[in-house]
């Protein structure tokens, strides 16, 4: 495996970038100043809110309120997927890969009316959901169109309460037939997303404008392939730049095969630099 230097140099460069635009009106802090500050370097960015004039604060007009979650996270019943299949198994030293089992979580996919009711109740506007690859896609190149329509009825619903759906492809889980070729791994299983991508996006494209690839597509690679901190546990320098480049490239793929003929739609990823500053 050769993954060059300059790429390597290049995905550090990107996170100063990121470091260097942050508004004056935010300090690097220690963990004991700011409570999510965590991790190696132990300091995170904060709002310096002593600076900040909350009267002077104003949002536009299509500004959206939401809420977001993850389909592993509150669905239900994900049995199919790689996190799912490490709740039953224990690291070298016997400690288990994940404490925690997921089992019915929320059951969010029987409830989501009920759940949409509580976004109404407290004036959301906008929720970001994701679509749980092994449940639309079980085995390769077999589609579940139960499970398709469970995500239409979903935006549906949404809709009809006056939130805007924002649909997200891919929140840090895979299918287990995935994970077993190889998953992001290798290139070449790149078309297996895009293809999943394009079938889910047949069926909601008239449903939902706003979608997004991955979430925190460096945070997949960095924590399951760096720091092994999430599914799959790796440690592996070079094979998480390999992951977080065929990641990215699957990004590209996707937003282009979605974008074709339907410029209106919004298609993104979700960087959580972006996100925390």
């Not at 309460?161 to 190889?182: A, C, M, N, R, S």
């Not at 047949?202 to 460096?218: G, M, Q, V």
């Not at 790796?234 to 410029?263: I, S």
Request: with cysteine.
């Amino acid at each position: 495996m050769n993954i060059s230097k300059s790429f390597l140099c290049l995905f550090f460069a990107v996170f100063q970038l990121h470091s260097m635009i942050i508004p004056d009106t935010m300090n690097l802090v220690d963990s004991d100043i700011c409570p999510r500050a965590q991790g190696t370097w132990n300091k995170e960015w904060c709002w310096d809110w002593a600076r900040i004039d909350t009267d002077d604060i104003v949002f536009p007009k299509d500004f959206l309120w939401g809420t977001g979650t993850s389909a592993y996270q509150v669905e239900g019943d994900c049995t199919n997927n790689n996190w799912s299949e490490l709740e039953n198994q224990t690291k070298e030293d016997g400690t288990p890969f994940l404490p925690k089992k997921s089992g019915k979580a929320c059951d969010h996919w029987n409830r989501y009316k009920e759940d949409i009711q509580l976004m109404k109740n407290i004036g959301l506007d906008a929720y970001r959901f994701s679509i749980e690859w092994s449940k639309v896609e079980p085995e390769e190149g077999k589609f579940d169109e139960a499970a398709l329509q469970h995500y239409a009825d979903v935006c549906d619903e949404l809709q009809r309460q006056g939130i805007e759906p924002v649909v997200g492809l891919h929140h840090y889980t895979d299918p287990i037939w995935f994970v077993q070729k190889g998953g992001f791994e290798k290139e070449e299983n790149i078309e297996n997303y895009v293809t999943f991508a394009q079938k889910v996006f047949e069926k909601l494209k008239d449903k939902a404008r706003i979608w997004i690839t991955f979430n925190s597509p460096d945070a997949y690679a960095i924590k399951g392939y760096m720091q092994a901190m999430m599914p799959p546990f790796k440690k592996d320098w070079q094979l998480m730049g390999l992951v977080f480049k065929n990641v990215l490239e699957a990004h590209v793929r996707t937003y282009q095969a979605l974008k074709t003929g339907l410029r209106h739609m919004h298609v993104h990823k979700v960087d959580p630099f972006v996100q925390y500053v």
